[in-house]
């Protein structure tokens, strides 16, 4: 059975950082792409970043400078470390593994195995 448990997401004030990790059971984390996507308030998910099985990198231009992704293999653990946080980061954050190719790698359809979500509040 595949779980993706995220943690780290909390209050944090504007210009101030968290760092969320999804810690991956059931598969074979090496052979997976690694996804972060959030959910806004009245709003649909979109895509935050992702790290391939190959370990290049690609962000969603609001993130891009201040966010990072990376991963672990050892410890089957993907992670996003988020700076300079503005209100507008406010979200559920979510994380998801999959096989999708590279084109697809920002739609939610390309990954099969999902998290329960974190949140993030940005608030002063």
């Known amino acids: 059975q595949v779980q993706l448990v995220e943690s780290g997401g909390g209050l944090v004030e504007p210009g101030g950082s968290l760092r969320l990790s999804c810690a991956a059971s059931?598969?074979?984390?090496?052979?997976?792409?690694g996804g972060w996507f959030r959910q806004g308030p009245g709003k649909e998910r979109e895509f935050v970043a992702a790290?391939?099985?190959?370990?290049?990198?690609h962000y969603a231009d609001s993130v891009k400078g201040r966010f990072t992704i990376s991963r672990d293999n050892a410890k089957t653990t993907v992670y996003l470390q988020m700076d300079s946080l503005k209100p507008e980061d406010t979200a559920t954050y979510y994380c998801?593994?999959?096989?999708?190719?590279?084109?697809?790698?920002?739609?939610?359809?390309?990954?099969?195995?999902w998290g329960q979500g974190t949140p993030v509040t940005v608030s002063a």
């Open positions: 790290i391939r099985w190959t370990s290049s990198t």
């Open positions: 998801a593994a999959g096989t999708t190719i590279l084109s697809n790698i920002h739609n939610p359809d390309g990954y099969a195995y």
């Open positions: 059931g598969l074979t984390f090496g052979r997976y792409n």
